[in-house]
């Protein structure tokens, strides 16, 4: 995978977070890895966490 490939991933997965998250937040924490597999397909994994926005502090929400 080339570089410019990666980042156009990387880009569609921070447009895609937008839409997945139901509630203003103040940050998103992202882990994201990928393995090019000998078959030409891509195999990683992904999680993240984000910090809900409010007057009041928030405990981090989770999603795998």
Same mark, same amino acid.
Do not use: C, H, T
């Given at each position: 995978?080339?570089?410019?490939?990666?980042?156009?991933?990387?880009?569609?997965?921070?447009?895609?977070?937008?839409?997945?998250?139901?509630?203003?937040?103040?940050?998103? !924490?992202? !882990?994201?890895?990928?393995?090019?597999?000998? +078959?030409?397909?891509? +195999?990683?994994?992904?999680?993240?966490?984000?910090?809900?926005?409010?007057?009041?502090?928030?405990?981090?929400? +989770?999603?795998?």
């Amino acid at each position: 995978m080339s570089l410019s490939e990666e980042k156009e991933i990387y880009a569609q997965i921070q447009r895609r977070l937008f839409y997945l998250i139901p509630e203003k937040w103040e940050s998103i !924490y992202l !882990y994201a890895s990928s393995v090019d597999m000998p +078959n030409k397909r891509l +195999n990683g994994e992904m999680y993240f966490y984000y910090f809900p926005k409010g007057i009041i502090k928030k405990k981090a929400v +989770n999603r795998l």
